[in-house]
């Protein structure tokens, strides 16, 4: 691995809009173990203007992990992403190689806070990634969590946490953000459109699962870099069938199979459309953050988080890194990704 660093100084209730509630996190965790909690949303402003008023029914479920007196974090993850970051409660966590007892955000000494994104079913509502970033101030209101000592998000979860900054700086201390820019990139939103291209045909068809499973493949092909897929999947196509399958296509078939088991065609059209309707202004960031990216990514290129680094206002820096995984390095390359993060035993602090 290369590295380049730069640095420049330079249970639900009834939610009243209007009040903001604080309780001691021992309403919600009064053990190391999993605790989840309902965030009402009735009342919450979203960006569209053609958006849906939120009724009394409408919730995420969020979940905090770790000592209830601890310094507390967010973390955020891709669309698939989920609030079960840590393994617990009989639960695998999807970043548990970086959340967890003695892990780079040490759950023994830290609590650490996650989401289920918003997406509402019953809705065509565009949902942006400002919309999450109130989503996740209800959920430190309802978890009375004053402040975050840091938020780390990852791909989608780095433009929520982006917009968080620039929302509430006042209940952030710190920004991490891996492989998430402030704009998407055009190319990766071309890519983006023609998945969702495929759901709306397959599901006029009435398949919306095949739709979300062949949309996922196409994804699967922009998240590694073309030298991990020739490294994997180089090889002849096998001929016993109806007709030559290629190496690649099993991992392809195996991933879009596995995300339509969780994804609705809906959740998928709207978190999907979220990616390409970030639109944050750097120049408003005054929280000291972390920008890190990676070489080989195809669809937050280098070139955009340098440009997100230089706008930042506030004291930021930067760090780019190679990695076969290209987008997914977040996932797999633990490694430079516990440096990224740093060592944060004893405070989610660098």
């Known amino acids: 691995m290369t590295a380049s660093t730069a640095a420049r100084a330079n249970t639900a209730t009834a939610w009243s809009p209007s009040v903001r509630k604080h309780r001691s996190p021992a309403t919600h965790q009064g053990r190391t173990a999993a605790h989840d909690f309902l965030v009402p949303l ?6 569209s203007p053609d958006a849906t008023p939120l009724g009394p029914n409408e919730h995420v479920v969020a979940r905090l992990i770790g000592p209830k ?14 609030r ?46 400002g919309d999450q970033a109130r989503v996740l101030e209800r959920a430190l209101d309802v978890a009375g969590i004053e402040r975050l000592d840091r938020l780390v998000g990852a791909s989608y979860g780095a433009m929520v946490g982006l917009q968080f900054a620039c929302l509430a700086p006042e209940r952030l201390d710190h920004l991490t953000a891996i492989s998430g820019a402030h704009r998407p990139h055009p190319l990766a939103t071309a890519w983006r459109a023609i ?12 398949d919306p699962r095949t739709g979300v499973e062949l949309a996922r493949a196409l994804a699967m092909t922009t998240y590694r870099s073309p030298d991990e897929f020739a490294e994997r999947f180089d090889g002849p196509a096998d001929d016993s069938g109806e007709r030559l399958r290629f190496p690649v296509e099993e991992y392809l078939d195996a991933r879009g199979r596995d995300f339509a088991e ?29 920008f890190a990216g990676v070489c080989q990514d195809l669809l937050v290129p280098p070139a955009q988080m340098e440009e997100l680094a230089r706008r930042w206002a506030g004291p930021a820096r930067l760090i780019l890194f190679d990695s076969v995984f290209g987008h997914d390095a977040f996932l797999k390359a633990d490694d430079a990704i516990a440096a990224v993060l740093g060592d944060l035993r004893g405070a989610c602090h660098d």
């Not at 009735?42 to 960006?47: M, P, Q, W, Y």
């Not at 007196?69 to 989920?82: E, K, M, Q, T």
């Not at 998945?195 to 009435?206: H, M």
Request: a negative charge; aromatic letters at 6%; charged letters at 20%.
């Open 42 to 47: 009735s009342g919450l402003d979203l960006e």
């Open 69 to 82: 007196d601890a310094p507390a974090c967010a973390v955020l993850g891709g669309i698939s992403a989920s």
């Open 84 to 129: 079960v970051v840590a393994d617990a409660n009989g639960e695998k966590g999807w970043w548990r190689s970086q959340v967890g007892p003695g892990r780079a955000m040490d759950t023994a000494i830290n609590q650490v806070l996650s989401f289920e994104w918003f997406a509402p079913e019953a809705s065509s509502t565009s949902i942006t990634p």
């Open 195 to 206: 998945q969702r291209r495929i759901v709306t045909l397959a599901s006029d068809g009435g």
């Open 262 to 290: 969780r994804f609705s065609a809906q959740r998928f059209q709207t978190l999907s459309e979220s990616i390409d309707l970030q639109d944050a202004r750097p120049e408003e960031g005054t929280v000291p953050a972390v």
